[in-house]
């Protein structure tokens, strides 16, 4: 009998738990699909799509070594431009570039942030704290832009539109426009390589504009199969003075390339944002020629009215894909900020590992 009884408690045990499961069966959640990082072709290499987004993201930069010597490019610790000892500057620079289409043109988003570890000298940091060495983070770029439309802080058209001045690194000994400054710009682009600017800019330093009144600058551009013309004219509205640039580049073969520029100010007695090279005229030339895939020669030479001269030479050799190393030569003459406006020899040696 006890064993009946027994026989029937899990004969009615089975029978609820197999009602139970019957009545709640156990349900497998599905895994969410996985959303894989896209390559987008559209802007260059480099891009990608933000998941969930049509948004294109390029992350970028640069890792860089420098060192000068000599009285022009050395590091000048007691502020007489004399560069007593080696600069050094060792660099991290991140960069990133958001695209997108609209039915208004390209929406962008670009900014880049330099972190230095410097030699302190009057003449090269962008901050000046006192002591030999100086950190500095600062915002080189930053600015948005949709179709030919663009706000935000980066170089100054008068600058950029002209293509700054040739290749080599120390190409700024003899001023030929400023640098960062906030501005509000527009850039038409037009049919046969024809392209114009007009920028609204607030300026720097001193030149910072104190009123309601912005600085202007206006440009034009010509790109052919010769090579690109170029044209920009700015007005500085603090002292109410202008400058002017123009520039020819022409490729004269497949490896070589020549450039000529030249600019002019209203008054060279008056302090400039624009026109910051000495007396009323400055003119600039120079090269590029490629030696081969990895090599390439680059050359500037540069005069002005207030007799300052300066020469550049370097080779940039591309050691391994994206590893470049580039020494420079360079001599400046009545610079007064230099060497006392003597005759000086510098050299100048650069790694550079991008990515």
Known sequence: ??????????????????????????????PEPAEFVKTCDVYGVGFFYIPGTETCLR?????RYDIGVGKNLGSDVDGDGLGDTYYKRARFALKTD????????????????????????????????????ADNLYINHVYMQLGGFRVGMTDSVFTTLTDYAGNVINDWLLGYGPFRTNQISYTYTGGNGFAATVALEQGAGGYTIDNYVPHVVGGVSLTQGWGRAMAVAAYDSVNEVWAGKARVDVKVTDMVTLWAMAGYKSDKNVPNYYGNWEGSWAVWGGGTAKVNEKTSLNMQLAYDAGKEFVAVANVSREVVPGFYVTPELVYTSKIGYIANGKGSVGGFLRFERDF
């Open 1 to 30: 009998m006890r064993k009946s009884l027994m026989l029937a408690a899990l004969a009615a045990s089975t029978a609820s738990i197999g009602s139970a499961y019957a009545a709640d069966p156990t349900v497998i959640a599905e």
């Open 98 to 133: 958001a695209r997108s289409q609209t039915e208004l043109g390209e929406l962008r988003a670009y900014a880049q942030i330099n972190f230095d570890r410097d030699t302190n000298g009057s003449i090269w940091n962008y901050n000046t704290f006192g002591s030999p060495v």
């Open 59 to 63: 992350l970028s930069g640069y890792v």
